[in-house]
């Protein structure tokens, strides 16, 4: 996200949206009730304020929303326990999907790149890891109106000055014509486009590149593109420098991790540093600081100013990490590894998105119902994977969705087997899965066992075997939900 005071980052951070457990899941609050009177009194004093200076009446009239969102303010205020180690943060962020769809932007979309490379000097595979991690090259947008979202957010709650000051810009990117106003849908906190520019550091940067005469970082992404170039140059970007580098500590080495500690290439080779690869130091970084995002036995990094132009689009080191690793990937064009050289410390590393749509498939395969396969591990997937851990004795039963639990569910495939062992989706080496107690899926599903069929879902036409019977969730082309019978039946 683009904010121009990072003290708002740590209230906008949870609209990232990729968040996991070391511990239990915190509820998410209720959305509140908000009165509607007093939001449209709030529009009204809005309309003539000082930061609104420079909306016309028409723009503010035609975009006013009718009703606010209480919505935006449940995300505003959920604050989850659950919090994500750099391990399941990159893998999520950097992984083989990933890394190919960034290698086909770099070729669709070559001659843009080094085109605004040689206007902004910022390399073509840092502005495409920023794509990458921001929406996914252009495939993750965000949904939430934004009229609505930051109306509500100027109204109510707590920062309620900041978010006025990005509801008067969002009013007048649209006022300007840059973006149609159908277009301005993003995050519940506001930002948006390819790239998710807030709106007050599109007003500052956003560029028209491929001139069209509109600043358009939804539709347009050589807009996109080069807006974040620009952004990254004004914020201090070095042409021809790398981020840094994956390091290797010398024996019995003791550091805390200071990226903003830089010092000179010699000093770290006088320290006894080398590349990952055991290859001495090179002197193209001007300065560099030490980066130990798992602390002394996890992979180390030396990292310059152009990683903290990556930091600076969202102040968090893993962020900025994950663009720098996507960015390295991309340019030696190779997704069969996308580890770094030395080995998370830990015995449980992260999964892929591919992983988590296996895990969300195989827990609606098992009665659990988590909504749709998406690859995003949120409440509903780890609630579900908390219940499963509980019915089967798996301690701590703590919702995380890691390498041990993709294992638990998924199982050792058989040969010539389907990816979860048969066609159904079940793992061949397991027994039937007892859904956990309370669980509202699971417990519709017991009784589709026993009792007869209903309008809305399918169910045997024969007495079922009492521990074999097995279904699972499917939604029709009519939207029905129905629950078709799985097991072998014997």
């Given at each position: 996200m683009r904010l121009t005071q990072l003290s708002t980052l740590s209230l906008l951070t949870a609209a990232i949206g990729f968040s996991l457990a070391s511990t239990a899941q915190a509820a998410r609050p209720p959305a509140p009730n908000l009165s509607n009177a007093e939001f449209q009194q709030c529009l009204d004093r809005l309309k003539n304020s000082s930061k609104f200076r420079g909306v016309d009446s028409f723009t503010f009239n035609n975009y006013r929303p009718a009703q606010p969102d209480p919505s935006v303010i449940q995300s505003l205020n959920y604050q989850p326990e659950f919090q994500k180690d750099v391990w399941d943060y990159l893998s999520v962020l950097v992984d083989k999907e990933r890394v190919e769809d960034g290698i086909r932007a770099k070729r669709q979309w070559g001659d843009t790149l080094r085109q605004i490379e040689s206007r902004y000097g910022v390399k073509p595979e840092h502005v495409l890891g920023v794509w990458g991690v921001e929406s996914n090259f252009g495939q993750t947008l965000g949904k939430k109106p934004l009229f609505e979202s930051l109306a509500t957010l100027s109204c109510f709650d707590r920062r309620q000055s900041y978010f006025q000051g990005e509801f008067a810009n969002a009013l007048k990117i649209v006022q300007r014509g840059d973006i149609?106003?159908?277009?301005?849908?993003?995050?519940?906190?506001?930002a948006f486009g390819q790239t998710q520019f807030m709106p007050s550091t599109f007003l500052e940067l956003a560029v028209d590149f491929d001139g069209d005469g509109r600043r358009d970082l939804v539709n347009s992404v050589?807009?996109?593109?080069?807006?974040?170039?620009?952004?990254?140059?004004?914020?201090?970007?070095?042409?021809?420098?790398?981020?840094?580098?994956?390091?290797?500590?010398?024996?019995?080495y003791w550091a805390a991790s200071s990226r903003k500690n830089k010092k000179s290439m010699s000093h770290w080779r006088n320290q006894g540093l080398t590349l990952a690869n055991g290859s001495s130091l090179p002197y193209d970084l001007g300065s560099a600081g030490l980066l130990l995002p798992a602390g002394i036995d996890g992979p180390a990094f030396l990292v310059g100013k152009n990683f903290d132009t990556f930091y600076s689009y969202n102040a968090s080191e893993n962020y900025a990490l994950a663009i720098a690793h996507l960015s390295d990937l991309i340019t030696r064009e190779d997704s069969s590894k996308t580890d770094f050289v030395t080995a998370w410390p830990t015995s449980d590393p992260g999964i892929s998105r591919q992983q988590a749509k296996d895990i969300q498939q195989a827990l609606l395969d098992a009665g659990y119902d988590i909504g749709g396969v998406d690859g995003i591990i949120g409440d509903n997937t780890r609630t579900a994977i908390q219940q499963y851990q509980t019915s089967r004795g798996i301690f701590p039963a703590d919702g995380r969705a890691g390498q041990n639990f993709y294992r638990?569910?998924?199982?050792?495939?058989?040969?010539?087997?389907?990816?979860?062992?048969?066609?159904?989706?079940?793992?061949?080496?397991?027994?039937?899965?007892?859904?956990?107690?309370?669980?509202s899926m699971g417990q519709l599903i017991q009784q589709q066992s026993t009792t007869p069929s209903t309008p809305t879902y399918s169910a045997p036409t024969s007495a079922p075997q009492s521990g074999n019977v097995r279904y699972r969730r499917v939604v029709g082309n009519d939207g029905v939900t129905r629950l078709v019978r799985v097991d072998d039946g014997s």
């Open positions: 149609a106003p159908s277009d301005m849908t993003g995050s519940w906190a506001g050589p807009d996109a593109l080069a807006s974040t170039a620009n952004f990254l140059a004004k914020r201090g970007y070095r042409s021809g420098e790398p981020w840094g580098y994956e390091v290797k500590l010398p024996d019995g638990a569910i998924i199982g050792t495939t058989a040969p010539n087997s389907s990816q979860y062992g048969n066609q159904y989706g079940q793992p061949t080496n397991r027994q039937p899965l007892t859904p956990a107690s309370g669980d």
